[in-house]
């Protein structure tokens, strides 16, 4: 029988959601804690990882046929790393501040089990649109969870929104929220609402599978 081929619109929509790389499979925490406690260093972060998963995929995915079997893990590291050497330089050149910032975080996307487990469960398996689709869900996911965690840990930390002050002069800020406790926290209480809309999804859909199946028992001749 041929191969099925997955839908392109799933494989991207699995990412922001089902598969979200953080909030279902907790991957990429590294980044996670250390780099939201901001919104603009969250943003910064998650667009560095996207330009590098989307490119990297389209790599090796377009090479994989000549990818030797034996070597291709040393293979993708070496495609991840020139990409993230690329955004490095471009980031020091275009944005220093966000640059300086960031730090050592930004050469260390090379690590980041997220980019390399793609490449080698799906780009290395997948034709390329499909590699870039699930790619551009993935880093989309990764993107949109920096980007909620930097943005509460900011609102509240500072009491701004990428520096635009949001209480005025009276409100306290929780200090405790740009600290690594509160990035801790935050993520926990983000971590349990997805579980909670995970299983809340289950629960419904077992039930409209239990009418479903009370329906076609009850239209069975007796």
């Not at 991957?27 to 560095?48: E, F, I, K, Q, R």
């Not at 299983?199 to 409209?208: C, D, I, V």
């Amino acid at each position: 029988m041929p191969k099925v081929q997955p839908d392109a619109y799933q494989e991207f929509i699995k990412g922001l959601w089902r598969d979200n790389p953080v909030f279902v499979q907790v991957l990429g925490m590294c980044p996670m804690l250390a780099v939201t406690n901001s919104a603009v260093n969250a943003l910064a972060m998650g667009g560095a990882t996207f330009f590098v998963l989307v490119a990297s995929s389209f790599l090796v995915s377009s090479l994989k046929q000549w990818i030797p079997k034996q070597v291709r893990i040393s293979t993708y590291i070496i495609i991840i790393a020139t990409f993230v050497t690329v955004t490095d330089f471009a980031l020091a050149a275009l944005v220093p501040a966000i640059h300086k910032e960031l730090g050592a975080f930004i050469p260390l996307i090379v690590a980041n089990c997220m980019i390399l487990g793609r490449q080698e469960a799906f780009a290395a398996k997948n034709s390329v649109r499909l590699a870039v689709v699930d790619a551009l869900g993935m880093a989309s996911g990764f993107l949109f969870a920096l980007f909620a965690l930097g943005s509460v840990r900011e609102i509240l930390g500072e009491g701004k929104f990428f520096g635009i002050d949001l209480f005025g002069p009276n409100f306290e800020p929780w200090v405790i929220m740009v600290l690594p406790p509160g990035g801790f926290l935050t993520l926990g209480l983000l971590l349990l609402f997805f579980n909670w809309v995970g299983e809340r999804k289950k629960r419904l859909a077992e039930r409209l599978a239990d009418v479903d199946a009370g329906a076609d028992a009850g239209m069975t001749p007796q």
